[in-house]
């Protein structure tokens, strides 16, 4: 276990972290910038076999322990009312989707403008800039033209031997090189991180249980770990933090500060990780393809997302 | 001009492009059953420069003539409220969507389930198992993880050498294989086959309109080509349909009642397609890389997407 | 204690009380045709001092143990962007309110179309009639013109000299009588009867709790009583039906199945009635003018509505 | 026709109208007070048939020129799935409703945050108590307890003989005297005045219009005559103001910024008129008792409402 992190500590990582101005003072797309043309034509190299693999949950409707804003899905026109006046002899039906994304169950991305520290986000854009009608800066229309890189999962319950981590377990920089080198693999520039905590499988074995009762994640020691592979996108079927965070006042989850302000690193919350998991023991390796394709929502904080591994 | 199709003739394209129980009588995907591994895999080899493109509109929010039901994006806390009592210290913002995504100017995927002819969907399931909770079969599910294949672009005005296609063309299967004559490129088994009318230049132009209006598409007769080629997804600019259709009773929008119903080949509506037209005349190449990920909701009629091509 | 009633007793119990034909084959009204002009008149001419108080909940949009689907309140703009675009010089502010409002803490009524009883509605219509894009008939339409009347409340736990009843309690018909009695009030044709049970007061003691928990209300042999009392709408603090209820296959609700199904009776769910308590206390009387305004939903189940008492 | 009106006419009329302060520094209720218990009671005792009348429009759910914001209204479920396995036995429906009820066509209640002038709102309360989570001062909560006054009619049309105003007119103070002296009434402190353009009348002649082409409405001149008047509340089946507005720079909708900035005094929009205008002529008086429930919703800037007229 590592000692506690202190607020000082978490002050100077952010400070170390920091990716500010590294692409310009006008830049909103942070560490996506990592994601060259080469870069992901390389990612695209490692398809081999073909096969694809979702890493997002369902659409979550119905109301749960980790569940405590249900999206929405209803019918427009169902089976017994599919005709429309507009276009005679057409027989059609249609629904409606609606969802506050970033709850704890839906598996999403976070823009940049999600999450401030001190009232500033990623590149010094104050919070300001995230108005009552959407945010002027640092919105997922960053990644308008999609995500799509080398993707590596460290799945850290393997490595333990154990089917899930427990709540509040909070995994540091020696761990995750444990698994790269258990896996045969090394998170490098540009990459998608994804890091897998068996939250599925705790869900099926003990029920779903509330985020803020606790969570596996990363330690707050990952932070200049991370900058230094210089990560692009950082995500897992937890929120990356652990859950209670290290205690330090003002740093309740360093990870999303640290991240998303400092390093400008989009996160991928609430993922479905266990069949992607199975993929990589089948196909023995734990690199791929992996596309993200956020909506198009100008202004928006992040978006549902379902990212596609291709192996 | 091809001679006006009769209801006769789209009764017999109907029948002859039925694809139920091509690949079993519970079979829910159809089309996509087109695109193996290997196709996956062949198409992630086409990618070279590794240049990414998104096929979508922005989340059209706003109403318009194009756009009489606006999608819902809104705030559920700003900049100015961005400190929450369930996490002392963190300052996040948030935000909503909701769409009813079969509207003309949000791109979206339709599902197998969004269409039937005389009450019966693909592979023969009947009206009613679309009920006002949901689709009981052809959902979106069946493409759960991803859809990724070869795209191929057919770009019409740019064969016509215009910028648009006038309101109610109906492209007919020669002028497809004059397209892709041209481009050197021929849609094969398991493509996702996007057509281009140029509507974005059109509403640039003169204006959004009501796709009620007009609408530059397919003709009828190209069933049998879509058929024969056994393309797996349909895509266009436009809805697929030329608009207004071929006038026979019953069939008002003949590509999307043979595709979705007949076929089981999904739908791709209202994309952007003109960035990626001037990408492919970038790279000279008209095939590329392309990833839709639908959202994962269990019962629905479809889902907003953001595709993303790769070259 | 009352005997356990019988699946055979509410078969009759449910024949006896049906209103079907009472106002026509083609009524959608109900027991709301009891509410006369005249007797709309006879309630206004109740109202003395004129102080005013409200009968419903805050809308609820927060989870909570009683709140699994909770309602939407969100800004469209706020003062942080109060400026539109097409009204130079307006500073203004706008939001969305959204509900799903039969669910457990919001105060609302429900439409004789809410409840079905072997796929029959009020009046005989089949449950065919409310379809995926709304009910054909006995909407919330039923009700357009508002409903006011005189209202008379039944405090029980101010009878018994409780704060509140246990969950699962059901109130018998002699209960009703002897808080008549009590009160110096009796129910009579065309009113709007409320009976509080205390929930707030349990609430606010206990803490909140899911319905399914279990909830005090009428028991099972008051359905007569109503019947013989030709009330119009029946209200409650919970919802009216006592939870658990009898345990007889097909009459998990029987106030609901009974008053919606064959009487006609609209309901109203969910009130706040402890200050409508202290009110009636105050003024020594336990009638008064109450006015409740469905929203004009064509095709709607119900609505949320703020009854409103005037003494 | 009235002299235009300047914008220093209307920064005098407004500093003339200012309620701040009348009923203490923490009000929030503004011309709310002037409806005593002894004013509602004395509404009360209007009544004398008991005839019932809604001024509401239906919920506008289809798009149209006067509603680019259609409300939502879906079904969760209806008749084809009307079980739910929560409550064995039971067969129900519901539905969902949602609504930015600040558009053209939704009867609907601003409350005093809903405009300010100069970034200030009634009582001097600065925008920026309006933030993206909700107003925390006059929110709509100013009337929970509902609004039950005196309602007066002044119907236009009919003083003038025509059955609508032209888009545009402006309705001046004297006018409004004339139509107190036809029709026998006089609006008096507390009153809640409504004004009849025709507009209903208008749309159904010449098809529905976006107000921002014109509206019928008062004169800005009128706002010194409602402040004196002492008017509680004032509705119209336009939105009190007319479209154009006077011109001035900065007052664009003087009504609005007036009403609810200055005096405190909540406005009823999109209002149906004609049904209470036939109904005042049958009754051959223009007073009646008003009762407007508005939903209680923390942090809201209005609601839709039924109000409803008993004569």
């Given at each position: 276990?590592a ?6 500590y ?15 003072d ?24 073909g ?22 899905h ?66 997922i ?21 154990v ?39 705790r ?26 592979r ?11 933090d ?21 390093m ?44 596609i591994?291709?192996?």
């Amino acid at each position: 276990m590592a000692e506690q992190v202190t607020a000082e500590y978490l002050e100077q990582a952010f400070e170390s972290a920091k990716n500010w101005g590294r692409w310009g003072d006008d830049d909103q797309r942070g560490a996506l910038n990592y994601i060259t043309d080469k870069k992901r034509a390389a990612a695209a190299a490692l398809v081999r076999d073909g096969a694809a693999v979702s890493c997002a949950q369902e659409f979550a409707t119905q109301p749960a322990a980790d569940n405590p804003h249900p999206a929405l899905h209803m019918m427009v026109a169902a089976g017994d009312a599919c005709t429309i006046p507009e276009v005679p002899g057409l027989e059609t039906t249609s629904d409606f989707i609606g969802v506050a994304f970033h709850g704890m169950s839906v598996s999403h991305i976070d823009a940049l403008c999600h999450v401030f520290v001190k009232e500033q986000m990623y590149n010094g854009y104050p919070a300001s800039d995230v108005r009552s009608t959407g945010a002027v800066r640092n919105s997922i229309m960053a990644a308008k033209d999609g995500i799509a890189s080398r993707g590596v999962l460290l799945d850290i319950p393997r490595l333990r031997g154990v089917e899930w981590l427990e709540l509040g377990t909070a995994i540091e920089p020696d761990e995750l090189e444990a698994a790269e080198e258990a896996q045969g693999v090394r998170a490098e520039e540009g990459d998608i991180l994804l890091v897998a905590t068996g939250r599925d499988a705790r869900g099926r074995s003990l029920g779903r249980w509330s985020a803020l009762t606790g969570m596996a994640g990363l330690h707050a020691t990952c932070v200049p770990w991370l900058h230094e592979r210089r990560i692009a996108v950082l995500g897992s079927d937890g929120i990356s933090d652990a859950i209670p965070g290290p205690g330090a006042v003002g740093w309740p989850m360093p990870l999303h500060q640290c991240c998303l302000v400092a390093m400008g690193v989009h996160l991928l919350d609430n993922l479905k990780l266990d069949s992607l998991a199975e993929a990589c023991i089948e196909h023995e390796r734990w690199e791929f393809l992996l596309t993200i394709a956020p909506l198009r929502v100008e202004g928006g904080t992040g978006s549902p997302v379902n990212p596609i591994a291709i192996f």
